[in-house]
C-alpha cells in the first residue's frame, strides 16, 4: 500500500532550525494533498503547512515567515525547512498525505506518517 516515511526530528535550541523530510513510498498513483502536522501534549492536532491541491501552500499564521514547505514531485517527498525555532513549535510533527494509489486512481485515501519529535529548548 502506501507509507509515509518521515525524518529530521530532534532537540534543538531556540532560535536554531531543523528540517524534516517525509517521501510517500508504496503504489503511488497520484498525491492530491500533502504536508505537515503537529501536536504538543494537551493540544489538538493542527495544520503546520501544506501542499493543497492546486499546488498553493498553506501555512498556520503561527510559523509564517519562519518555516518554509517544499517539495521534490519526482521522488514523492515533501520537506519542512523550521527556522528560528521557539519552544512553542515542540511537538511531534506528522506528515500526512491525500494519495490515489494506481490501482484506484480516482479514490484518494489519506495517510499519515509515524510521526517525528521536534523539541525545542535551551
Known amino acids: 500500500q502506501v507509507q509515509l516515511v518521515e525524518s529530521g526530528g530532534g532537540l534543538v535550541q531556540p532560535g536554531g532550525s531543523l528540517r524534516l523530510s517525509c517521501t510517500a513510498t508504496?503504489?503511488?498513483?497520484?498525491?492530491?494533498?500533502m504536508g505537515w502536522y503537529r501536536q504538543a501534549p494537551g493540544k489538538e492536532r493542527e495544520l503546520v503547512a501544506a501542499f493543497t491541491a492546486r499546488s498553493s501552500t498553506d501555512y498556520a499564521d503561527s510559523v509564517k515567515g519562519r518555516f518554509t514547505i517544499s517539495r521534490d514531485n519526482v521522488k514523492n517527498t515533501v520537506y519542512l525547512d523550521m527556522n528560528s525555532l521557539k519552544p512553542e513549535d515542540t511537538a511531534v510533527y506528522y506528515c500526512?498525505?491525500?494519495?490515489?494509489?494506481?490501482?484506484?486512481?480516482?479514490?484518494?485515501?489519506?495517510?499519515w506518517g509515524q510521526g517525528t519529535q521536534v523539541t525545542v529548548s535551551s
Open positions: 500526512n498525505a491525500e494519495v490515489a494509489t494506481y490501482y484506484s486512481l480516482t479514490y484518494y485515501r489519506e495517510y
Open positions: 508504496g503504489s503511488i498513483g497520484s498525491i492530491n494533498r
